[in-house]
């Protein structure tokens, strides 16, 4: 069964310092890996969507890097600033094993940017 | 164009009594997801449909728990004598097709049961 880990589970930093999520997965039999940001209280907003053949992907300020043999992906961002304060969460679409097929997800990071 | 939208975004109900949560997907998308998120947990993968084929059922929590979708379009996910462990927020996501595509969430369903 595939089991996603994001660390941290919690990270507060000043503005405008660059920062890494990490986030690793149990099983490499993935399509592909989607970070999303969480607001409190708010669905989730798609940041970035890795194909399995892919290595990273880029918008704006941020970059998500992923190495699937070694089953880990980061999310980088960049000049960070207060707006940028939520939940990042990290999933996979692994190859389905006869059972419900969906994304698995991580618990997320909270983050928070001091202003 | 509009987004996933859901349907009441807060519910509040006894334990025992059934509850009704609505999801209306991007227009257009044939694949509509349904996962849970309680408090301090991941998000966990409910249900699927694809079009109007039947639905994978295999990842509900228990046999209280349904969901139907009609037309290809709205879906409604039913709990059944609702208990305090219910309680989460419920959200729903659609995608062009089923299968590993972008998947597009709305806001949620917060269920409180008391």
């Known amino acids: 069964k595939q089991e996603v880990t994001q660390i941290p589970a919690a990270l507060s930093v000043p503005e405008g310092e660059n920062l890494v999520l990490n986030c690793s997965f149990t099983?490499?039999?993935?399509?592909?890996l989607q970070w999303f940001r969480q607001d409190p209280g708010k669905g989730l907003t798609s940041l970035l969507l890795?194909?399995?053949?892919?290595r990273e992907q880029t918008s704006g300020r941020l970059n998500a890097s992923l190495d699937k043999s070694s089953g880990r992906s980061t999310l980088y961002i960049a000049a960070s600033q207060p707006g940028d304060s939520a939940t990042y969460l990290c999933?996979?679409?692994?190859?389905?094993?006869?059972?419900?097929?969906?994304?698995?997800f991580g618990k997320g990071t909270h983050l928070i940017i001091q202003p | 164009g509009a987004g996933v939208s859901q349907s009441p975004s807060n519910k509040v109900t006894e334990k025992g009594k059934d509850v009704e949560l609505r999801c209306d997907p991007i227009?257009?998308?044939?694949?509509l997801y349904w996962y849970r998120q309680s408090l301090g947990q991941g998000l966990e993968f409910l249900i699927y449909?694809?079009?109007?084929?039947?639905?994978?059922k295999s990842g509900l929590p228990s046999d209280r728990f349904s969901a139907e979708r009609t037309g290809g379009s709205v879906s409604t996910l039913t709990i059944q004598r609702t208990q305090q462990e219910d309680s989460a927020v419920y959200l729903c996501?659609?995608?062009?097709?089923?299968?590993?595509?972008?998947?597009?969430f709305g806001p949620g369903t917060r269920l409180t049961v008391t």
């Open positions: 890795i194909q399995s053949s892919q």
């Open positions: 227009s257009g998308h044939t694949a």
């Open positions: 999933a996979v679409w692994g190859y389905s094993g006869g059972g419900a097929d969906g994304l698995t």
């Open positions: 449909f694809q079009g109007n084929s039947a639905p994978d």
């Open positions: 099983d490499s039999a993935i399509y592909n």
């Open positions: 996501a659609s995608s062009l097709a089923q299968g590993p595509y972008e998947q597009y």
